[in-house]
């Protein structure tokens, strides 16, 4: 993870390090009306960019490894990262700047190391010791490509077999090459008259160093005798090898092959194998081969002191198994178990208790890695179940089609979305702790408390504990429960406008204080959710639907300029109460027989049982109109202390009271502008042919035109890339003009120029720019607000900015957020007392905003963010105060009002690539880095900042970016990552035993350094390898060896008994200070050549 040190931007950057034109205009105002000036305490060195952590999934996963004494697991992927887990909370994302495939990975077992090989056949050597590991040395291979690696335990050369059939030997403290070279045709000499194939395997036998074990993919396997330099045994089998493994003793080893079979072999028997099994073929009559069967991918062949040995193999399934999902399958004595997996299984590899090939292995656990998941069996155990993951992996159970983070929440959320959501969890775990527990947590420096919700295509919330940079799942809901399901496609409602994910989550509107949840969705669905912690059984679920429409008409702009076209009302808004209908409307066409006044779901009609958590408050939903589906909504809030939620989409604006479940307002965007209409619209005849239809026609008149996008970058945004709109009646050009609502802010400030006194009200922003002001009238509290109405109304209050309108705030005189008004929480489903009920009666909603207790005389700062500029209006007089015009040739994606530092700020993120952030109110620059392009929707669709310097987006399908734009945060971090090295002293080697010692038995040893060092050997060829100093430098490699010798020095003080091991350690320390000054020269070249380099520019 690379960290940016472009933290200062000063004032007026120039347009080549940026597209932003920084140019900031404070309004000039008369003397006698100057604005107040506000104390900003936020400066550029407050800022400062840097990634903190992935969560998630490691996205399209190709190797594994495991250090069985650190008890570390490491997994690369097909994007070059590396992500290495310890014990939960323990996590580390590094990435190979090649961008290459990981072929394979191995671990210096109890080294705090580890080597990658890449499909690029580069070998790299990772330092773990440190935070955030880093690469000390690479190996460039220039005329082979690299198959196959392997490293034995305790040794310092590495093989590398190559698709030529050759093995290279690596020293990995130098990272050179040892002149030792094991050809393929020195190797299979006349056992074949043609190449054997790429190397796909080698390994040393266990009992015996010199002698190793080679498999080609041919089929031909060798064992080589390291010190006389040939063949002492050559095994042919007629089926290609994927992989072989050894029994402990170096006796026998197992070979899996592409038939779907398993050969077994005696050391000292090369003519055939002794057995040969098929686990999934079928067995013939007459003694004939059983059929064959599809690959077996991997082999492990692991035993045990008490019992019969383990044959743990993926694939070999026989080819009539259409449609059988992968299968691991294990084998013990008589009994196999045939397990099945969600996913294909890139790799596996079996857990066990001692890292010594030569002693019995007592496998414990097999760690599987899947496309998509990571599953963790318990071998011990009967019916090998399945350990819980306690890692968050299931960010992408279903796809992640919306993003929304919250951080400094209240205190009490957690535990109170923790217990609802730990009733949720399977049962049939394994009953042992998770075993993959390496590594120590980092001093948590962050205490406040960070929520990240997540919304899903399949229509599930899931609410996710991120505090501490860490990352938990507390509680799913599933929001498409309350809809009929259609059992198959020929079943599915034709009023379905997307072909899937119809439940999909678009939206998210939560308020943390009252814990009222909003969710709109793909279907033109909007659904409100109370938290409550008791169960209920909902008999009818309340819904609502409305038609929200109207006619198109060509426009003339104000400038006189020809603008798209737009669309004009038909009809006008009755701002009046409509009953709840429980069910859909009955009228399902209208006259022409087009589809008409009905929803794209149907809302259960049985009752609904509740569990503990987020229950179903209420359901709207948008209608079809005169054979039109609805659009899909693009904005979206709720207000817990008004009981309103509103909503908008490219036709119009509607506004519900959810407290007495009516509908106060449907107009058409048009309408909202009344006679104050920029633009000169020429209304146009409704269609002859469309009568009012039953249901809620009163509500408003006039056709929908479906709009697969909104070509406006904000309605790109709200787009996903799931729904496709089946119906394509209306010109592109009408698709990509229409005015949507982009932003909805619910407050409590001056609506009108004249007003003395802040009331309720509600801004909306347009994706032509425009900012509208509607005046909120709220009954009394208690039971009056549930009989009475709330009256509703526009205000003629118009504001205009460049570009779509994307979010809106408030600030009072004094430069603080005013939030948006709120009621606590409380639980709904207890019967309260007489004396409760009482209060209850006289309450009113609070409004925990700063302004209602503000003087009458003092104002409020409106701060609204477009596609391209920021304006600070003053209120109520609806000056421009400060203007910024954030960017000229771009858009911004996202921008949002945080907190920082006991101060707020705007954050900007651009489609350019660039992150912003700019002092309020005076919307001075104080940050500008370049740091992603916008590369998919994605990124655009996902990515949010929020309080405290903390932001995120979807990286990849499967995983969360977390990063900061605190300086703080950023010099905090180091203190916060966990450690995946610790001190741990190696098991004893397995005790040969009185005959074995005395009779010469048991594990042979072999001198490596002296077969395969200099003296011996020889040079490598210089063409063969190129050796590249790590990016580290000097510097990385002296501290990480430092490092080394302080983590030593307080392990003396544990292992003082093993001073022959720590002195071992001590040199190979050594070893690396003298390698490190070995290549200073290397690394100042480097520097040099970089030091006037942006980092973006490597």
Request: glycine share 8%; proline share 7%; net charge neutral.
């Amino acid at each position: 993870m690379r960290k940016f040190n472009i933290r200062k931007v000063l004032d007026g950057l120039t347009a080549g390090s940026s597209s932003a034109s920084q140019q900031q205009q404070p309004q000039q105002h008369p003397s006698g009306n100057r604005e107040p000036e506000i104390q900003e305490t936020l400066q550029s060195e407050h800022f400062q960019l840097c990634k903190t952590v992935r969560h998630g999934f490691p996205y399209q996963p190709s190797a594994l490894a495991f250090d069985p004494v650190q008890k570390i697991l490491a997994v690369g992927t097909q994007t070059g990262a590396l992500r290495l887990f310890g014990r939960p909370g323990v996590e580390c994302y590094c990435q190979h700047d090649s961008g290459a495939a990981v072929i394979q990975l191995q671990f210096l077992i109890n080294e705090g190391a580890l080597v990658s090989a890449l499909a690029d056949d580069t070998l790299h050597l990772w330092n773990l010791r440190q935070k955030r590991p880093a690469i000390l040395h690479s190996l460039k291979f220039c005329r082979e490509r690299v198959t196959f690696c392997h490293l034995p335990f305790q040794s310092k050369w590495l093989y590398v077999g190559t698709e030529r059939g050759n093995i290279h030997i690596v020293n990995v403290e130098s990272f050179s090459l040892s002149g030792y070279v094991i050809m393929w045709n020195k190797a299979i000499e006349l056992s074949s008259k043609s190449h054997p194939g790429p190397i796909v395997h080698i390994s040393d036998n266990p009992m015996d160093e010199g002698k190793l074990l080679v498999g080609y993919e041919s089929g031909t396997v060798v064992l080589w005798d390291l010190k006389s330099k040939k063949a002492d045994y050559r095994y042919t089998y007629d089926e290609a090898i994927h992989s072989v493994a050894w029994h402990h003793e170096g006796k026998q080893f197992i070979c899996s092959h592409s038939d779907g079979t398993l050969t077994i072999w005696n050391v000292r028997s090369p003519a055939k194998p002794v057995q040969t099994i098929t686990p999934h073929g079928k067995q013939l009559k007459d003694g004939k081969k059983p059929e064959p069967c599809k690959p077996i991918l991997k082999v492990e062949f692991k035993t045990t002191r008490s019992g019969e040995p383990f044959i743990i193999l993926s694939g070999g399934l026989s080819y009539d198994t259409v449609g059988r999902r992968p299968c691991l399958t294990v084998m013990h004595g008589k009994s196999t178990a045939v397990l099945e997996m969600d996913y294909s299984i890139v790799d596996f590899l079996t857990l066990c208790e001692t890292p010594y090939p030569n002693d019995f292995q007592e496998p414990y656990a097999v760690v599987v890695l899947l496309e998509k998941d990571l599953v963790l069996i318990d071998l011990a155990q009967n019916g090998y179940p399945i350990f819980e993951n306690p890692y968050p992996l299931s960010i992408h159970e279903s796809p992640v089609t919306c993003c929304e983070y919250f951080a400094d929440c209240p205190v009490d959320l957690i535990p109170a979305l923790y217990s609802v959501g730990a009733r949720q969890k399977r049962q049939g775990y394994s009953k042992k702790e998770w075993p993959i527990n390496g590594g120590n947590w980092g001093l948590g420096a962050q205490s406040y408390p960070e929520i990240i919700i997540t919304g899903h295509a399949d229509g599930s919330v899931k609410f996710w504990d991120a505090s501490a940079i860490t990352l938990q799942v507390l509680y799913k809901l599933k929001t498409a429960k309350v809809f009929e399901k259609s059992r198959n496609k020929e079943d599915r409602p034709n009023t379905d406008i997307v072909d899937e994910d119809p439940y999909a989550i678009q939206i998210i509107s939560w308020c943390p204080e009252s814990r009222m949840l909003c969710i709109a969705g793909v279907s033109a669905h909007v659904i409100i959710y109370r938290f409550s912690k008791q169960e209920v059984v909902t008999e009818v679920i309340p819904m609502l639907e409305v038609r929200l429409l109207y006619e198109i008409n060509d426009v003339e702009s104000p400038e006189g300029e020809q603008a798209p076209p737009l669309p004009t009302p038909v009809g006008g808004a009755n701002p009046q109460p409509i009953p709840p209908q429980s069910h859909p409307s009955t009228s399902s066409s209208s006259s022409d027989g087009l589809r008409d006044n009905v929803p794209c779901l149907k809302v259960k009609n049985s009752p609904l049982k509740q569990s503990p958590g987020y229950q179903t408050e209420l359901v709207i939903q948008l209608v079809w109109v005169g054979g039109e589906p609805p659009q899909q909504i693009t904005s979206l809030a709720v207000n817990s202390s008004y009981g309103l939620v509103v909503f908008g989409n490219c036709n119009g604006i509607a506004m519900v009271d959810y407290l007495q479940k009516a509908v106060l307002l449907n107009l058409g965007t048009i309408e909202l502008y009344g006679s104050n209409d920029p633009y000169r619209r020429e209304p146009r005849s409704p269609r002859k042919s469309r009568q009012p239809s039953g249901g809620l026609c009163d509500i408003s008149e006039g056709t929908v035109i479906p709009e697969d996008r909104c070509k406006s970058p904000t309605s790109d945004v709200k787009d996903n890339s799931f729904s496709r709109s089946r119906s394509s009646s209306v010109t592109s050009i009408d698709k990509e003009s229409r005015e949507a609502i982009s932003a909805l802010h619910f407050c409590e400030t001056f609506t009108r120029k004249a007003d003395s006194s802040p009331s309720p009200c509600l801004w909306v922003g347009t994706t032509l720019g425009t900012v509208l002001v509607i005046a909120l009238n709220l009954p009394p509290g208690g039971e009056q607000r549930l009989l009475q109405p709330v009256i509703v109304s526009p205000s003629g209050t118009i504001l205009r900015l460049k570009g779509a309108i994307l979010r809106m705030a408030f600030l009072d005189t004094t430069g603080c957020l005013v939030p948006p008004a709120y009621e606590s929480w409380r639980e709904h489903n207890v019967p309260e007392e007489k004396d409760e009920k009482e209060k209850l009666k006289k309450r009113r909603p609070v409004s925990v905003s700063p302004s209602s207790s503000q003087e009458i005389s003092e104002n409020q700062y409106a701060v609204i963010c477009s596609e391209k500029q920021a304006k600070v209006i003053s209120l109520p007089t609806q000056n421009c105060a400060y203007k910024q015009n954030i960017t000229e040739t771009s858009f911004v994606l996202r921008g949002d009002i945080v907190a920082l530092s006991n101060s707020i700020c705007l954050a900007c993120f651009c489609a350019n690539g660039h992150i912003m952030t700019f002092s309020l109110p005076s919307l001075r620059p104080l940050l500008d880095v370049y740091y992603l392009p916008l590369t998919n929707m994605r990124i655009a669709r996902t990515f949010c900042f929020t309080n405290n310097g903390q932001a995120l987006y979807l990286v990849s399908p499967t995983e969360i970016q977390r990063l900061t734009y605190s300086q703080e945060t950023c010099e905090n971090l180091q203190e916060m990552l966990g450690e995946l090295f610790t001190p741990v002293e190696t098991p004893e080697a397995p005790n040969r035993g009185f005959f074995k010692g005395l009779f010469g038995g048991g594990a042979q040893s072999l001198d490596r350094e002296e077969l395969f060092g200099e003296s011996a050997s020889g040079k490598a060829s210089r063409s063969l390898a190129q050796h590249i100093p790590g990016p580290g430098g000097i510097e990385g490699v002296k501290g990480a060896a430092s490092g080394v010798v302080g983590e030593l020095a307080r392990a003396r003080l544990a292992l003082d008994e093993r001073g022959q091991k720590l002195g071992d350690l001590e040199e190979r320390t050594a070893a690396m200070l003298s390698s490190a000054d070995s290549f200073s020269k290397h690394a100042h070249e480097m520097m040099l050549k970089y030091k006037d380099k942006k980092w973006y520019q490597f």
